[in-house]
Structures are given as structure tokens and as C-alpha cells.
């Protein structure tokens, strides 16, 4: 069964930086694309970056140059590095974890909880 857990959200104001992780379990971690996608209030699910094993990394084009994705091979965690943080990027974000590194959240067969980031201004 695989499990995704997120850490690291919070309140920061506009600005500021926060770091999420998300620890994966139960995946045959080398064989899937882990993902991180945010959703706003009122707003439909969107990829925020994507990356693999194999070296890929891609990020949603509005915000390329302040949010940075990486990953700890040997402990199966993904992190989100997230700098110069704006009101707009206050959503739930959420660890997904799939076959392929689509941007498109219905490849994700797995997904975690979600954890709450709030950016004030």
C-alpha cells in the first residue's frame, strides 16, 4: 500500500520561504514520478513540479526560478523548496505519486493528505 505523507506547511508572510517533504512508502520509489500539485479556494488542482529517478524535473512555467523540487534518493522523500513567496501561491499542496511525470493530476495514482500553505501579505 503506498503511503504519502506531507510536512512542512504553515503561515509565512509574502516573502518568505517554506520547505515541504513528503516521505513515500510502499512505492517501488525508482519506478514512479513523484509530483506536487496545489490547490487554491475555488481553483482547480495544478501541478506545481514534477520529478524522477531517471533526472527529469519539471516545474509549471509560473513558477520556475522560485520553487525548487528535489529528492532524498535513500529516504524516499521528495521536498518542495519554496522562496519569495507570494498570496497567490496559498493553497493545499499535495504529494502525488504516478507512473509518468504528466502534468496532468488524473496519472497520480497515489496521493497524500495535503498540507496548508498560507502566505499573507
Known amino acids: 500500500q503506498v503511503q504519502l505523507v506531507e510536512s512542512g506547511g504553515g503561515s509565512v508572510q509574502a516573502g518568505g520561504s517554506l520547505r515541504l517533504s513528503c516521505a513515500a512508502s510502499?512505492?517501488?520509489?525508482?519506478?514512479?514520478?513523484m509530483a506536487w500539485f496545489r490547490q487554491a479556494p475555488g481553483k482547480e488542482r495544478e501541478v506545481v513540479a514534477r520529478?524522477?529517478?531517471?533526472?527529469?524535473?519539471a516545474y509549471a512555467d509560473s513558477l520556475k526560478g522560485r520553487f525548487t523540487i528535489s529528492q532524498d534518493d535513500g529516504k524516499n522523500t521528495v521536498f518542495l523548496q519554496m522562496n519569495s513567496l507570494k498570496p497567490e501561491d496559498t493553497a493545499i499542496y499535495y504529494c502525488?505519486?504516478?507512473?509518468?511525470?504528466?502534468?496532468?493530476?488524473?496519472?497520480?495514482?497515489?496521493w497524500g493528505q495535503g498540507t496548508q500553505v498560507t502566505v499573507s501579505s
Open positions: 510502499g512505492v517501488t520509489y525508482s519506478r514512479y514520478c
Open positions: 520529478i524522477n529517478r531517471g533526472g527529469f524535473v
Open positions: 502525488a505519486a504516478g507512473p509518468v511525470c504528466s502534468p496532468s493530476a488524473q496519472v497520480y495514482t497515489s
